[in-house]
């Protein structure tokens, strides 16, 4: 009971404190529709929805939280009042679920602009709704842990946006975004596979498309082992570098 | 009474450099214990192997008996801390902030609300509640990060320094705060390095310099190691003549002190045993010495603190300038 109060109240406090504000509420919507404007201005024609969506989803999602995530907790870092999160008697296992809650909220929230305006607007066919519902879920998780990853390294809020940047242009270069995997030259590719985000644009993509070129099972499960794997790297990053 | 708190060996170490060096202490329920030494003695180090914040590097801790070492998260049930700089949440307001803080550590809706309220009236900070941290001034941040430690009921209180930087009214306000606190049955752990107010709050004190405790004891044990000798200064109008003349009458008549002229108008008498100072007040108004006053020089805890640390009080004051 008492962990569920921690929880609920950490995860409500950084919803109203970060998430709920007016600039991260119109970033939501905004960053979504700047991305299909570029697509479109890209094609200089209406689009083949179905090639772009998925790589507007993962985007919207991927930059959505990378930022938030990075940014709020280095920015409570140097302000100390982590400390004071981490001096109370929670697992460091549930207070890393309550901070990361938020981001992940707000990457499925940073979906649903391009999800309705394809779906509603531009009438794109959804293959499997249930695979393209968990495969937001699942890249907003991946791509949140990502961005603990990086606050856990960051000292200042400039070194978590600098960070951030540095690992994902060339992760949406390298994810299948832009130029199926497949296509990228052969020494490139493995880069593609050590990315989490790749699995999570192959489900989108085999979701809605049914153009993913690895197996949706395999993608799944790669996917959710590197959810695990990037909660108790941060966790053991946390308890090391901030509990000297 | 129990001991709460007892600390075994603690060292911490950063690479080869030894913050804190082989410390042990224990303190007893409803005691107030101060860390007293310069920046960079290790007293915040200390705190934070206590809490949770930092890693021991070697020794043990207990809180009643539970090792804080292996359970530490049940060991922060039972502990508030108030780190050396405000640290709440500059959005919120002052009440929000007390009923996140009661939140984390599982408080219900209902009972984190009546007591967020009932800590700012304590607090005096009622008629601020509604502002925002950030709006606060930083006596009143102080205060409220002080009731924030107190919203789950904590048997033992941490404060890292907590008057440094604030104005004399919150000062007084705080080190107030903290004595009915202590009434009320609070233990508290102090650190500080404002000796006048180790030696107004504190039960027991312990001077601590690079990583190691020098001395524990209760401020009047402290002050007693330090008054080996006994001073007094007896001042004059004049004196009708020479100085040399007097010192040796009065050496004469009193072989068992040590008397000197400090000034002009001040001769000082300095003795291992007490002084009865009449005898020699008599002495001088019968030699035709106008006496205006005779006072005994007590050795402050400034002076233990000095003699047992060899840390000049100017390189303290400089740090307090500082800050």
């Known amino acids: ?244 | 009474m129990s001991v709460i708190i007892e600390a075994d060996n603690l060292v911490k170490k950063y690479g080869s450099d030894s913050a804190v060096d082989n410390i042990s202490f224990s303190i007893e329920k409803g005691e107030i214990f101060g860390f007293l030494g310069p920046n960079g003695a290790g007293k915040t180090t200390t705190i934070n192997m206590l809490t949770g914040m930092a890693k021991i590097t070697a020794g043990r801790v207990f809180y009643k008996g539970l090792d804080v070492t292996k359970k530490i998260k049940k060991a922060q049930e039972i502990i508030g801390v108030v780190p050396d700089e405000s640290n709440l949440y500059d959005e919120m307001t002052g009440f929000e902030n007390l009923c996140f803080c009661g939140a984390i550590y599982g408080l219900k809706k209902k009972e984190r609300e009546e007591r967020a309220l009932a800590l700012l009236d304590e607090f005096q900070l009622a008629d601020a509640s509604g502002k925002i941290f950030k709006a606060y001034s930083k006596g009143m941040k102080r205060k409220l990060t002080i009731a924030a430690a107190l919203i789950h009921k904590p048997e033992i209180l941490y404060l890292d320094e907590p008057t440094t930087g604030i104005d004399v009214a919150s000062v007084r306000q705080i080190r107030a705060l903290i004595k009915n606190l202590n009434r009320e049955g609070s233990t508290i752990f102090l650190t500080t390095h404002y000796i006048e107010e180790a030696e107004r709050l504190c039960d027991r004190i312990a001077f601590i310099n690079k990583g190691r405790i020098i001395k524990i004891d209760t401020v009047k044990n402290l002050l007693e190691d330090t008054e080996e000798s006994n001073i007094v200064d007896v001042i004059f109008e004049s004196i009708p003549y020479e100085k040399n003349i007097l010192t040796e009458k009065l050496r004469e008549k009193f072989p068992d002190v040590e008397c000197f002229f400090k000034n002009e108008n001040t001769i000082r008498v300095n003795s291992r045993e007490k002084i009865d100072i009449s005898p020699i007040v008599n002495y001088l108004s019968s030699e035709k010495i106008f006496i205006y006053e005779a006072k005994l020089l007590r050795s402050t805890l400034e002076d233990a603190f000095v003699k047992m640390t060899g840390i000049e009080i100017d390189m303290m004051k400089k740090e307090k300038e500082k800050k």
Do not use: H
């Not at chain 1, 066919?125 to 991946?142: E, Q, Y």
């Not at chain 1, 590719?189 to 989490?196: E, N, Q």
């Open chain 1, 1 to 244: 009971m008492k962990s569920a109060i921690a929880f609920s109240n950490i995860l409500l406090k950084d919803m109203k404190n970060y998430y709920l504000k007016p600039p991260n509420i119109s970033w939501g919507i905004l960053f979504p529709f700047a991305w299909m404007l570029m697509m479109f201005m890209r094609t200089k024609s209406a689009f083949d929805i179905a090639e772009v969506f998925p790589g507007i989803l993962a985007m919207s999602i991927l930059f959505g939280t990378t930022s938030m995530l990075s940014v709020t907790i280095t920015f409570e870092r140097k302000a100390r009042s982590f400390e004071r999160l981490l001096l109370a008697p929670v697992s460091m296992e549930l207070l890393v679920l309550a901070k990361i809650t938020g981001a992940i909220l707000f990457g499925v929230f940073n979906s649903i602009v391009p999800l309705l305006v394809s779906v509603l607007y531009f009438k794109a066919d959804v293959a499997n709704w249930l695979a393209l519902l968990s495969g937001i879920v699942l890249l907003s998780v991946v791509s949140t842990l990502l961005g603990l990853f990086i606050a856990v390294s960051a000292k200042e809020v400039f070194e978590a946006q600098t960070y951030s940047n540095f690992f994902r242009f060339p992760m949406i270069f390298l994810c299948g975004l832009f130029v199926p995997v497949l296509m990228l030259p052969v020494y490139i590719r493995p880069l593609s596979f050590i990315l989490p985000v790749t699995y999570g644009v192959d489900i989108l993509r085999f979701s809605i498309s049914g153009t993913n070129f690895m197996p949706a099972g395999v993608s799944f499960s790669l996917l959710a082992v590197f959810c695990l794997a990037l909660f108790y790297i941060s966790i053991f990053n946390i308890s090391k570098k901030w509990i000297k």
